[in-house]
């Protein structure tokens, strides 16, 4: 068979895309009990080995993103995209072995089919290694893995579909040759079949997680007498939703960064309780666990009461340079202060004066009264405790069905 050469190297291509799919899909179940687990990231499918800190920090953030799955809002932590990769990558491989049946004509128009079917992981691998590089500046070595096999597949389809083409007037037509256009309709048919069946086969094998929702405590009240409270929006009429958080502390970047892309922050009154995590003002820590947090979380405070600057307006600074700020208050506690004034000039009659002092003393006496454990971020909807299990994955799911039991927008 002409192009012969071309179809076995493409279901060599199919099979490492369904091998590196099928890894990263088992990843993204494992995450479904609500636990955290070990990723494979290696070249080698299904390989653990000695990926550094970094790769494997890179195949984290592109699993706990919100593109790495799809329906969030219908089942706790979404389908995960490399499904339906296993899918098509199966589909390959099932279309190149039936090509070796076909014949004449009908091969052509199969093999016309096979190429147009291989694109699809390329557009898909395309999008998704953009959203990676550009928007979550991470990349995961099994992620790779899936875009090269991804490209060869296309390019062994596309040698293959040329070789027949040069050739086909030289073989006989298949007495059941039905044409082009059926050979067509029964591959999308086929490709409709590959991905459907076990898409829906993990929507109806999937727990139950509603029962979780809302089960992990409460407050006792959610007055703010003190006035301890920072509003981060202007959304007044949505349920208040009381974060607990550290303007220096990753995990609470990343939250908010989770919040705002699944666009929750639109559907609540998000009220922040400042908890830095800095023996320097808050007596509940041993050490400074993020230096400078109680600088920044001033300058919030600050900023609240500032007709110049806006508390969003620091948070999303200190976010940003959190790392900066962090390293910088590690060798010289004065820096931070230096690097907020410099950044915000306006608050210097503000930051580290008496009065701030009192009412950031005052926000953590709030969390003690409240029993709120050592830990940010957290996050009360209603006064209802989101879980912290449902901070990634799940926080779709889970905030959603919150906020809607405060009257809030599904």
Not at 45 to 58: I, K, L, N, R, W
Not at 336 to 348: A, D, I, T, Y
Not at 383 to 408: F, H, I, V
Request: proline share 6%; glycine share 8%.
């Amino acid at each position: 068979m002409p192009g012969r050469i071309h179809v076995v190297i493409l279901l060599l291509a199919a099979a490492m895309g369904l091998a590196f799919a099928s890894v990263s899909t088992y990843d993204f179940a494992q995450h479904l009990d609500r636990q955290m687990h070990e990723l494979h990231c290696s070249f080698i499918p299904g390989q653990h080995g000695d990926a550094a800190a970094g790769e494997t920090q890179g195949c984290q953030v592109t699993l706990m993103s919100p593109y790495s799955s799809v329906l969030r809002s219908m089942v706790w932590g979404g389908i995960p995209i490399t499904l339906p990769a296993m899918a098509v990558f199966a589909f390959l491989l099932f279309r190149g072995v039936d090509l070796f049946g076909r014949r004449g004509r009908e091969r052509r128009a199969a093999a016309g089919f096979l190429f147009a079917a291989a694109a699809i992981p390329v557009v898909a691998s395309g999008v998704m290694g953009t959203i990676a590089l550009v928007q979550l500046e991470a990349a995961c070595k099994v992620c790779i893995g899936i875009y090269g096999a991804s490209l060869v597949s296309l390019l062994a389809a596309g040698l293959c579909f040329a070789s027949l083409r040069r050739a086909v007037d030289e073989e006989p037509d298949d007495a059941s040759d039905g044409g082009a256009g059926k050979v067509w309709l029964m591959g999308l048919l086929q490709l409709a079949a590959f991905v459907a069946v076990p898409v829906l086969a993990y929507v109806a094998l999937m727990p139950d997680y509603s029962r979780y929702v809302g089960t992990c405590g409460k407050l006792a009240d959610s007055a703010d007498p003190g006035g301890v409270m920072v509003p981060l929006d202007a959304n007044a009429g949505a349920p208040v939703a009381i974060e607990v958080f550290d303007p220096l502390c990753p995990a609470c970047r990343a939250f908010d960064r989770s919040v705002v892309d699944a666009k929750l922050d639109r559907k609540m009154h998000r009220m922040a309780v400042l908890f830095p995590l800095e023996q320097e003002c808050n007596w509940m820590v041993e050490g400074a666990v993020h230096p400078g947090a109680c600088t920044v979380s001033e300058a919030i405070l600050c900023a609240q009461t500032s007709n110049a600057v806006a508390p969003a307006q620091v948070i999303e600074w200190a976010f940003a340079q959190q790392d900066q700020i962090r390293a910088a208050g590690k060798t010289d506690p004065a820096a931070p202060k230096r690097m907020v004034l410099e950044r915000f000039g306006e608050l210097s009659s503000c930051l580290g004066s008496a009065e701030v002092q009192q009412r950031l003393n005052k926000s953590l006496r709030w969390a003690v009264d409240h029993h709120i454990p050592v830990s940010t971020p957290q996050l009360y909807v209603g006064g209802t405790k989101l879980c912290p299990e449902d901070t990634d994955l799940g926080l779709e799911y889970s905030l959603s069905r919150m906020l809607a039991r405060q009257g809030g927008q599904p």
